[in-house]
Structure formats: C-alpha cells, structure tokens
C-alpha cells in the first residue's frame, strides 16, 4: 500500500510541475510521430518548475517554484494547517520567500486543485508585488 500512495503522491508533484512549466511558458511544444510532446524551452532556466529531491530533516519541499517551495499533497482528508505550516518550514529551509501546499482536489483536473498559502504569506505575496509595480 505504501508504495501505490508514493506512486499517487509522485503523479500529483509530476502533474503540478508539468501544469505550471505549460501555464509559464517553460515548455514548448511539438509533435512526434502523430503525439504531443513537450521539451524545455531553456534547460537551464531557473524558472523551470523541477521535482525537487527529498532532503530528510532539511527537506526543501517537493516543488522549487521560485520564489516558493511549493508541497505536493494528494490524500483522501484535508490537514490545511499541517500542509501550510510544512511548505513554509521548506520554504525557509530552500531559501525561498514563500510557501505553498498544492493540493490534489479529488476527482479533478489539475488546474482545479487547491494552491494554498496562509493568510500571512497571502500578505507578503501582495505587498512584494505592489513593490514591483503589480
């Protein structure tokens, strides 16, 4: 059993990565062989959405999405607090500004999944991009 919920949990962090890379326009795409393909537009941008390896006590989340460490969650019940409270400690451990807990809504697209931060990053986000002119 724990194997086919790391396989739901890594399907879920692949689907963000890949929904967020097409939404930025860090793919591009093309056709091969009749099929939809993507590649990376600049492979070594550092804006490219990339699975980030689990680090242990020091985890960095399983997402960089500069500037947030982003936490991928896919489970059957809800623990908002515990997800926010984990991808802002990652957050602070990769060096990021901010966190954000992706999470899988049930029975749904990817882009219909939840992006949620606390209240205080919310305000941090609005007041970092007022500075930049937003």
């Known amino acids: 059993m724990a194997n086919r919920s790391k396989a739901k949990g890594t399907g879920w962090e692949s689907a963000v990565a890949d929904y967020l890379n097409e939404q930025l326009g860090q793919y591009r795409e093309f056709w091969k062989d009749g099929d939809r393909a993507v590649r990376w537009r600049d492979p070594t941008d550092r804006d490219n959405i990339r699975r980030n390896v689990q680090?242990?006590?020091?985890?960095?989340?399983?997402?960089?999405?500069?500037?947030?460490?982003?936490?991928?969650?896919?489970?059957?019940?809800?623990?908002?607090?515990?997800?926010?409270?984990?991808?802002?400690?990652?957050?602070?451990?990769?060096?990021?500004?901010?966190?954000?807990?992706?999470?899988?809504?049930?029975?749904?697209?990817?882009?219909?999944?939840?992006?949620v931060t606390s209240i205080r990053t919310h305000a941090a986000i609005v007041k970092a991009l007022r500075e930049a002119g937003f």
């Open 55 to 115: 680090e242990g006590a020091a985890d960095i989340g399983d997402l960089g999405v500069r500037p947030f460490a982003g936490e991928c969650k896919a489970e059957k019940q809800f623990d908002l607090a515990a997800y926010v409270r984990q991808a802002e400690a990652e957050a602070k451990n990769a060096g990021q500004q901010f966190g954000v807990a992706y999470v899988k809504r049930p029975r749904a697209k990817t882009e219909d999944g939840y992006a």
